[in-house]
């Protein structure tokens, strides 16, 4: 194969290259770059944009055949032992090719295979040594990079933006599938990781600290292409295809850790976040273990702040049975609302008259009170649809009257709203609600997986090159 050399701008053989020494290799880039600094510095058309795009590609062939001659190294440098069972390999044999993407582009490794007879299957320790997943075409670098780009942005975006910032093209199929495979390892490293908080909870000696527990939850819904393509004839049997899902969403932090920028802007340092296509079980037992790896086993106590939504506070008395529980304050007062537009009607002025005092006497005294004076107004009504509205939300404040601890909650310091796990909410929707997408179950579950590794700031325990430091190696 000829190419032409982009040290030297000649053509000549590519084995020739990968056989000379990195030094040479090295002078050769050298080169390339002081001719580019002297062309950058002599164009009036070129920026330093232009010098920093052109040095990457002078030193890529140097970077190229380090890495070749790097991973060749070290699979050369794998005992022959099964990576699964540590068995010792048989019916060796050497020189194996396998080609893969490295950031740098494409590189070659010849590799060892073994039987493990334990196993009863073949077995190449050298990609385990290089950290290369069977089948998997690409370095764990590139891995990375497509895992992030496709659990942040649509996959079409994703497929031009990784190619914009690495220069390698990388098809929407291929980083859908890169995606769903770190997706499903991140899923497999939560369970595992969830286990073991548990087992650390169990085992440890409990020490109570002085602190509260905040743990959130809400859900909100997803469209999923579980019946694509059979939309009709599901219709003609009389099944209309579901395509929305919900996803549970909860967030945990300590009181301790929320603070308040210079501008009064409230901010939680280190919270925990859980997002699952799985049903509510599966939230339950993932917040717990997030609860747990974040301090709840320690808390003094723990408060859980939702909405009205009934499975919230079911999964609260199931999980968290120690947990207060509040109603987030903003529900609270968008039911004092309705009464009011069911006793005022059209008439603003009235309306608001009536519904200040009230809501600042929810937040500020007790339930008690405003549900009197709402008793007391319905008494006045005569019956009907107003009335019936005002009985429903009358008997919505009885049910959870011991949930609206605004005043103590405020003097306390706790919040009493639910704001940021709605604001999690939020920001996850962005991503997966954009128009005309659609998801499955699997690749849904994949996705938020990886999308709550990098918000945890947990991306470095399934991408472990991610937290290398070069400077301190
Ligand atoms: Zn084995």
């Known amino acids: 194969m000829k190419e032409t050399c982009i040290g030297c701008h000649s053509s000549h053989s590519i084995v020739q290259v990968a056989s000379e020494p990195l030094a040479v290799l090295a002078a050769r880039a050298g080169c390339a770059l002081e001719a580019s600094i002297v062309r950058c510095a002599g164009s009036e058309d070129q920026t330093l944009g232009h010098l920093e795009v052109q040095a990457a590609h002078d030193v890529k062939e140097l970077l190229r055949t380090a890495l070749e001659r790097g991973a060749q190294a070290k699979a050369e440098g794998a005992p022959p032992l099964c990576p699964v069972c540590r068995q010792k390999l048989t019916r060796l044999s050497a020189d194996h090719p396998r080609t893969f993407q490295t950031r740098y582009g494409a590189i070659t490794v010849k590799r060892t295979r073994g039987y493990c007879k334990r196993c009863r299957k073949w077995r190449v320790p050298g990609d385990t040594a290089l950290g290369l997943e069977e089948g998997a075409g690409h370095s764990p670098a590139v891995q990375e990079t497509a895992a992030l780009l496709a659990s942040k942005m649509p996959v079409e975006e994703a497929s031009a933006v990784f190619?914009?910032?690495?220069?390698?093209?990388?098809?929407?199929?291929?980083?859908?599938?890169?995606?769903?495979?770190?997706?499903?390892?991140?899923?497999?490293?939560?369970?595992?990781?969830?286990?073991?908080?548990?087992?650390?909870?169990?085992?440890?000696?409990?020490?109570?600290?002085?602190?509260?527990?905040?743990?959130?939850?809400?859900?909100?819904?997803?469209?999923?292409?579980?019946?694509?393509?059979?939309?009709?004839?599901?219709?003609?049997?009389?099944?209309?295809?579901?395509?929305?899902?919900?996803?549970?969403?909860?967030?945990?932090?300590?009181?301790?850790?929320?603070?308040?920028?210079?501008?009064?802007?409230?901010?939680?340092?280190?919270?925990?976040?859980?997002?699952?296509?799985?049903?509510?079980?599966?939230?339950?037992?993932?917040?717990?273990?997030?609860?747990?790896?974040?301090?709840?086993?320690?808390?003094?106590?723990?408060?859980?702040?939702?909405?009205?939504?009934?499975?919230?506070?079911?999964?609260?008395?199931?999980?968290?049975?120690?947990?207060?529980?509040?109603?987030?304050?903003?529900?609270?007062?968008?039911?004092?609302?309705?009464?009011?537009?069911?006793?005022?009607?059209?008439?603003?002025?009235?309306?608001?008259?009536?519904?200040?005092?009230?809501?600042?006497?929810?937040?500020?005294?007790?339930?008690?009170?405003?549900?009197?004076?709402?008793?007391?107004?319905?008494?006045?009504?005569?019956?009907?649809?107003?009335?019936?509205?005002?009985?429903?939300?009358?008997?919505?404040?009885?049910?959870?009257?011991?949930?609206?601890?605004?005043?103590?909650?405020?003097?306390?310091?706790?919040?009493?709203?639910?704001?940021?796990?709605?604001?999690?909410?939020?920001?996850?929707?962005?991503?997966f609600k954009r128009p005309g997408q659609f998801w499955s179950q699997r690749g849904d579950e994949a996705l938020l997986c990886l999308e709550m590794f990098w918000r945890n700031k947990r991306w470095h325990l399934l991408f472990p090159h991610t937290s290398f430091n070069p400077a301190r190696n």
Request: net charge positive; proline share 4%; with cysteine.
């Open 163 to 431: 190619e914009h910032l690495t220069g390698m093209k990388m098809p929407r199929a291929t980083l859908d599938r890169q995606a769903r495979r770190q997706g499903e390892r991140a899923q497999a490293l939560r369970t595992q990781w969830d286990q073991q908080a548990r087992q650390a909870q169990a085992q440890m000696e409990l020490t109570l600290e002085p602190y509260q527990m905040i743990i959130q939850m809400d859900a909100w819904n997803i469209r999923e292409r579980d019946h694509w393509g059979q939309s009709a004839a599901r219709r003609r049997r009389g099944q209309e295809p579901e395509r929305w899902h919900w996803v549970y969403t909860g967030t945990v932090f300590r009181l301790d850790q929320r603070g308040q920028t210079a501008g009064g802007r409230p901010v939680i340092s280190e919270r925990g976040f859980v997002a699952t296509r799985q049903g509510i079980d599966a939230l339950r037992e993932q917040l717990h273990a997030e609860a747990l790896r974040r301090g709840l086993g320690q808390a003094a106590g723990a408060l859980v702040i939702a909405d009205g939504a009934a499975w919230i506070w079911r999964l609260a008395d199931d999980r968290f049975p120690e947990a207060r529980q509040r109603l987030d304050f903003y529900h609270a007062v968008q039911h004092l609302a309705s009464v009011g537009r069911a006793l005022f009607g059209e008439d603003k002025e009235k309306y608001r008259s009536w519904l200040k005092p009230l809501v600042k006497q929810l937040k500020n005294q007790s339930a008690v009170k405003v549900i009197h004076q709402l008793q007391e107004a319905l008494d006045q009504m005569p019956a009907g649809d107003p009335a019936q509205t005002v009985a429903k939300e009358i008997a919505y404040f009885q049910e959870h009257q011991s949930r609206m601890d605004y005043r103590a909650g405020r003097r306390a310091a706790e919040p009493i709203g639910s704001g940021p796990v709605e604001a999690t909410c939020r920001q996850t929707q962005c991503r």
